[in-house]
């Protein structure tokens, strides 16, 4: 406990406005719900299937093989990105999918 004392007491100092949660807005949620249909397209499969058959079916960021593999926006939709370029396009394991996703917002709402 003698140890814990000497922790500042951050908390305490962030006020209520900065400690909330920030709020997605509405155009947020809009882009986000397009995204989202955007994936079952046949032409998002069929660039798929064409992608892990071109590059095959592994990562590109860290190799990994026998796991599923995403197609992973370089530049994220929601940022402009274009959504059937292959240029645009990196295949990765979940775990490296996840990541890019978290930097993505990240940086997405610190430039807001
Ligand atoms: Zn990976």
């Not at 007491?9 to 882009?31: F, H, K, N, Q, Y």
């Not at 079916?57 to 959504?83: F, K, P």
């Amino acid at each position: 406990m003698a140890r814990l004392a000497t922790l500042s007491p951050r908390i305490g100092s962030l006020g209520t406005r900065t400690a909330m949660p920030s709020a997605r807005t509405w155009e947020d949620r809009r882009v986000s719900e397009r995204s989202q249909a955007f994936y079952q397209t046949p032409e998002r499969r069929a660039l798929r299937d064409r992608l892990l058959r071109q590059r095959g079916r592994r990562c590109e960021d860290c190799g990994r093989a026998g796991t599923r593999i995403y197609c992973d926006h370089i530049v994220e939709l929601q940022d402009g990105g274009a959504s059937l370029d292959e240029a645009n396009i990196r295949l990765r394991c979940g775990s490296y999918h996840t990541r890019r996703t978290a930097d993505s917002r990240a940086r997405r709402l610190c430039l807001r």
